[in-house]
């Protein structure tokens, strides 16, 4: 594999610390039922195309909680043969990660390769609620000089 080098007067990419989660975030969170199937799920992901879904109020997980389901998920439950028995509460993620829209990147960088994570959801400073979801393609976006 080739690598072009860049061409004169490109700008580098940002430092992550000086840039906010918010400014680089994918903005609003694409949510389905607890009791979705994974053919329901992976619909939603192709017709969106994001690699992530959001599970509002799981069983067993308490009111007000969240689940993910992710494309690694969908994998996983596809590989084990259980994608036409399970529903995306049950193969979701229900640790879900947060970071404020006002966090660094490099913060949220830090955080997902801490937790072995490609996605995070966003939440506003002020109110605490969902109003995004941060990838790892995002953090690459800005990296390749991106978005600032």
Known sequence: MTIA?????ERPAPRLQHVRVGDVMHPGVVTCPAEAS?????RVMATHR???VAVPDPPGAGAGSWAIVS???LIAATATGDEGARSAAEIGTTETLTISDGDSVDRAVQLMA???VAHLVVVAAASGR???????????????????
């Open 38 to 42: 994974v053919r329901e799920v992976a």
């Open 50 to 52: 994001i690699h992530c």
């Open 5 to 9: 080098r860049s061409p004169v007067g």
């Open 71 to 73: 494309d690694r998920d």
């Open 114 to 116: 801490e937790r072995e």
């Open 130 to 148: 969902p109003v995004g979801v941060l990838s790892t393609l995002d953090v690459a976006g800005l990296l390749a000089g991106g978005e600032e």
